[in-house]
């Protein structure tokens, strides 16, 4: 079982509609998780993170947590075109650790 | 703003050559790392550093060094480059144990080695 999976798509969501990127992760202890932004031939930036079980939002985005199902999803509301991107979960496995372990990314198309 | 800076976006080199990949970061960060990408292999990294003259084998170092001499500047040396090394390579740093703040990441540097 990999440390942190998620769906790689690609998902094809419609102009308007709610996008739904989900994540698992291994390790009952990890302690944060991160969701990246990626576009083609860029580099990762940092959209969202969240440490507590329940919603966190931002604008036009929620992160969701369960720790207990070790899940994290984000919503993405009234998705855009400029919304189309490999999103990235990335977690933070255990108290002191310096490393983030990276899903492999779902890439999310948004049709106009 | 935290900034990290990679001296080159694009890169050609000739196989056999010594590779030179570096990065600075200007917010006093403990931690840098770095990572390759590649299509359907997701992010993989390399080697990273939590301090000083510090560094850690990640999960691919075969054919890479590092150097921290400075807490601001991370160098990755592909030794002898090779055609599959061909790759992005992508440079990030972080504060303390990167549990609230994740990480940042620098804009890249697309090596490919003819």
């Known amino acids: 079982q990999k440390e942190v999976e998620q769906n790689s798509g690609p998902l094809s969501v419609p102009e308007g509609a709610i996008a739904s990127l989900n994540c698992t992760y291994s390790?009952?202890?990890?302690?944060?998780f991160f969701w990246y932004r990626q576009y083609s031939g860029k580099s990762p930036e940092l959209i969202m993170s969240?440490?507590?079980?329940g919603d966190k939002e931002d604008g036009r985005f929620t992160a969701q947590l369960n720790k207990a199902s070790q899940y994290v999803s984000l919503l993405i509301r009234d998705s855009q075109p400029s919304d189309s991107a490999t999103y990235l979960c990335?977690?933070?496995?255990?108290?002191?650790?310096?490393?983030?372990?990276f899903g492999q990314g779902t890439r999310l198309t948004i049709n106009p | 703003d935290v900034k990290v800076t990679q001296s080159s976006r694009y890169l050609v080199k000739r196989t056999g050559e010594k590779v030179f990949l570096e990065c600075v970061q200007d917010?006093?960060?403990?931690?840098m790392f770095w990572y390759r990408q590649d299509p359907g292999l997701g992010l993989r990294l390399i080697y990273f550093?939590?301090?000083?003259?510090?560094?850690e084998k990640g999960d691919i170092p075969e054919g890479y060094s590092v150097s921290r001499e400075k807490k601001e500047r991370f160098s990755l040396i592909l030794e002898s480059a090779s055609t599959n090394q061909t790759s992005m390579y992508l440079c990030?740093?972080?504060f303390g144990t990167g549990l609230y703040y994740g990480y940042t990441f620098g804009s890249g540097t697309r090596l490919t080695v003819v």
């Open positions: 990030a740093s972080s």
């Open positions: 390790d009952r202890g990890s302690q944060s």
């Open positions: 969240i440490y507590s079980n």
């Open positions: 990335a977690v933070n496995m255990r108290p002191g650790a310096q490393k983030l372990v």
């Open positions: 917010m006093d960060h403990e931690n």
């Open positions: 550093s939590y301090d000083v003259k510090m560094k």
